[in-house]
């Protein structure tokens, strides 16, 4: 198991862990020849591990909200999540991680989206950049290199006129990413934030109810159990830290937050994977420095 430590992850500490990584894609070309005889013999839920196995190290959440702020009126998904990450029963004063959109007419371009802006900060979240285009939510790899560069510009001037700061974190729309893109992000001092599980929230129909999400989370904490267990995840002071993202813009996540604390917590534990005593973030600052860590590494649960 790699242990990295905020102030100490050199590296050398990172080519490590990516030459474990190598390994492991090694190992696994493999698994397909051994996965044939173990389904023969039978299935097993693998959402449910064997109790006996040696459990992994202690993990944490933390969470991240993407394309907002929400303008919706008067139900708005954004502070009704904000509330809920301050108060639920699970863990008050939980602090997230906002990749918002500083100049779309649908989201932070307007005096109700900067005002929400405001608010993520004020109640000491990290605000991250999504797209700083007053075009919005476009893919960065279709715009053209000058129009990139703008949209990085803009938006981290953006949140530097709300936080005092610049952003240090971006998410790319779409999750669409390439050499350019990164070349572009790297230039404005911005690390790429991917995850290990996504609540899948992100498509808005008119019916936004995920009947099988507890499901869903359980296969996806599954997942992060295993690149544990195989090394990929790194340890930071002592647990592992675990990106979770949701859309703060989908209103059936903003009514159902607290729910969704629950699963995450409920379901860690149905998979064998140990909660750290605070099982979510709660410091903008710790966040922040976590979170450019595992940018850095570049390495996700998520088996894609
Ligand atoms: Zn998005």
Avoid at 106 to 126: K, M
Avoid at 157 to 172: E, H, K, N, T
Avoid at 247 to 274: C, K, W
Wanted: hydrophobic share 40%.
């Amino acid at each position: 198991m790699v242990e990295a430590s905020l102030r100490n992850y050199d590296q050398s500490a990172r080519a490590a862990l990516r030459m474990k990584l190598f390994a492991l894609l090694g190992r696994l070309t493999a698994l397909p020849v051994l996965c044939v005889p173990l389904a023969l013999m039978g299935c097993q839920n693998p959402g449910v591990r064997d109790a006996t196995a040696t459990p992994p190290h202690s993990v944490r959440f933390l969470l991240t909200f993407d394309d907002g702020p929400s303008l919706r009126k008067p139900f708005n998904p954004t502070i009704a999540i904000l509330e809920q990450l301050a108060h639920n029963d699970v863990q008050p004063q939980i602090k997230a991680v906002f990749f918002v959109q500083t100049r779309s007419a649908s989201a932070g371009g307007t005096p109700l989206g900067q005002e929400i802006l405001r608010s993520i900060h004020d109640e000491g979240h990290v605000i991250a950049l999504h797209s700083g285009s007053a075009r919005g939510h476009k893919n960065h790899r279709f715009l053209s290199p000058v129009e990139l560069d703008q949209s990085l510009s803009d938006g981290t001037a953006d949140i530097r006129a709300i936080s005092g700061y610049d952003p240090s974190l971006v998410r790319p729309p779409y999750w669409s990413f390439d050499v350019h893109t990164q070349a572009a992000y790297r230039a404005h001092g911005l690390d790429m934030l991917l995850t290990d599980v996504s609540a899948r929230d992100g498509k808005i129909w008119g019916w936004h109810i995920s009947l099988r999400r507890r499901i869903h989370f359980r296969a996806k904490l599954a997942e992060v159990r295993r690149g544990i267990e195989e090394d990929r995840l790194p340890i930071v002071q002592g647990v592992v830290p675990i990106v979770i993202t949701f859309h703060d813009t989908n209103d059936f996540t903003a009514r159902h937050m607290q729910e969704y604390l629950q699963i995450l917590v409920e379901e860690s534990r149905r998979v064998g994977l140990p909660l750290a005593a605070k099982p979510f973030y709660d410091d903008g600052d710790t966040i922040e420095r976590v979170a450019s860590l595992r940018a850095g590494i570049g390495v996700y649960a998520a088996e894609r």
